[in-house]
């Protein structure tokens, strides 16, 4: 049976509740409620979650906007977000049902702020995947935002036996769409960069961890980026792309489940339409999960001036010490 039949079959009555809930999405969030604003010296950014908020349309939870004295100019599409989490999967064919291929958006998500520098969001377990999480944005002085997300898998037999969590990033028009990271057998100390820009939308699209052992059995039908992969490998936990004259950093604690993908058209049509914005992604698979224990990913996102390459390795090394 297809996952978007099964999805009918089994949650009808839910199916009207969510449609209420996206009417109720596209009305603005409000603040302390659904979003809140966060600054430290050198960078200021809107946190919150599926509600819209004036041009930020529904569905897009995560970083609205990203900003700093250095540029104005958010890194992200005004209409959509930053680490957006956007998808669960696992290796059934991705959904017709936008519903479920898009259930972290869909399903309803609760707001907290904790202090003037952190925000969280929470979310029950998910109708279809019955997943819980909960994510933790903290800015820190100058120009970083921490991010730490868990989740807690409610339901046992996804297909495959692993969970797939997938976030996005669309990026504002970028001069560059290109996204650089360390190829696999390099080192913080002896670097050799790779740069990775796809040729298309669900092409070549995931790159894994030199170190990640797990082979996944794809069904073939319904292309996504998770599904994908490429023949590159990373060595270090990072990368990064340019954005005007700023940098912008991912940056994660050593895991090797932990997957790039990128997209040279996830983030839709350039303001101009003149082109297409890229999507910068990335993704945590969870093999052999176990129902009721928490999993986890830690990361940083580094947005300041370009230097160079020494200094983004410097960043690299500094949060990787904490």
């Not at 603005?28 to 600054?39: H, L, N, S, W």
Request: hydrophobic share 35%.
């Amino acid at each position: 049976m297809k996952a978007s039949r099964l999805f009918r079959s089994r949650f009808g009555p839910a199916l009207l509740c969510f449609g209420c809930l996206a009417a109720r999405l596209q009305e603005d969030g409000r603040e302390g409620v659904d979003y809140a604003v966060m600054k430290v010296s050198r960078l200021q950014c809107t946190v919150g979650n599926n509600r819209a908020l004036g041009e930020h349309r529904a569905w897009y939870n995560g970083v609205f906007s990203l900003v700093s004295p250095d540029c104005q100019e958010t890194p992200f599409v005004p209409f959509f977000s930053g680490l957006n989490l956007e998808h669960y999967f696992d290796g059934r064919p991705a959904s017709d049902d936008r519903a479920i291929f898009f259930e972290p958006r869909s399903a309803p998500m609760a707001f907290r702020r904790i202090n003037p520098t952190t925000a969280e969001l929470h979310q029950a377990a998910t109708p279809f995947y019955g997943v819980e999480s909960t994510t933790r944005f903290e800015l820190r002085d100058p120009y970083y935002l921490d991010m730490h997300f868990t989740c807690i898998p409610r339901k046992p037999d996804l297909a495959g036996n692993f969970l797939g969590v997938f976030w996005a990033s669309y990026i504002n028009d970028p001069e560059n769409k290109a996204i650089y990271f360390l190829a696999a057998g390099s080192t913080l100390d002896n670097p050799a960069w790779v740069q990775f820009l796809t040729q298309q939308h669900n092409r070549d699209s995931t790159v894994r961890n030199e170190a990640d052992p797990v082979e996944i059995d794809f069904e073939a039908r319904n292309p996504t980026l998770w599904n994908n992969l490429s023949p590159l490998r990373y060595s270090a936990p990072f990368f990064y792309g340019r954005f005007r004259n700023m940098v912008l950093v991912f940056i994660f604690k050593p895991d090797s489940r932990i997957r790039f993908s990128h997209s040279p058209s996830g983030g839709g049509e350039t303001r101009a339409k003149d082109g297409h914005n890229p999507a910068w992604d990335f993704q945590l698979i969870i093999p052999d999960y176990q129902v009721g224990e928490q999993y986890q990913l830690r990361a940083r996102l580094v947005y300041k001036p370009w230097k160079d390459r020494k200094d983004v390795l410097q960043e690299i090394q500094r949060y990787l010490q904490e």
